[in-house]
């Protein structure tokens, strides 16, 4: 049974740093592109970032480029979310998802071919 048990949750104010993490059991991480994802009541889930199977590619919002990095330890089986910089409209529910599915190495930007979720974990950045 594959599991993704997400740490890291947190308020914080506004230019701090947060790191979350995503332990992946039942599964390689190397068997999986991983991705960020937050959502914010009244809309869907957005793409934060995300990292290819192989661990060779990364992208990210737009907004979160040059603040935030996805990072993975193959040998902890754990991907990482380090945020830096963090504004008040930063502030969700981060969840951390894995695509079994996807055989090429690339990253999907839509929240529905994520088989695996996480449970969520709130990050707040006050003003």
């Known amino acids: 049974q594959v599991q993704l048990l997400e740490s890291g949750e947190g308020s914080v104010e506004t230019g701090d740093s947060l790191t979350l993490s995503c332990t992946v059991s039942g599964i390689p991480i190397t068997d999986l592109s991983m991705a960020w994802f937050r959502h914010v009541p009244g809309d869907e889930r957005r793409f934060v970032a995300g990292?290819?199977?192989?661990?060779?590619?990364?992208d990210y919002l737009g907004s979160a480029k040059g603040r935030f990095t996805i990072a993975r330890d193959d040998a902890k089986n754990t991907a990482y979310l380090q945020m830096g910089s963090l504004r008040p409209e930063d502030t969700a529910k981060y969840y951390c998802a894995a695509d079994s599915t996807l055989f090429l190495d690339s990253i999907r930007y839509h929240f529905e071919p994520y088989d695996y979720w996480g449970q969520g974990t709130q990050v707040t950045v006050s003003s």
């Open positions: 990292i290819s199977r192989s661990g060779k590619l990364t």
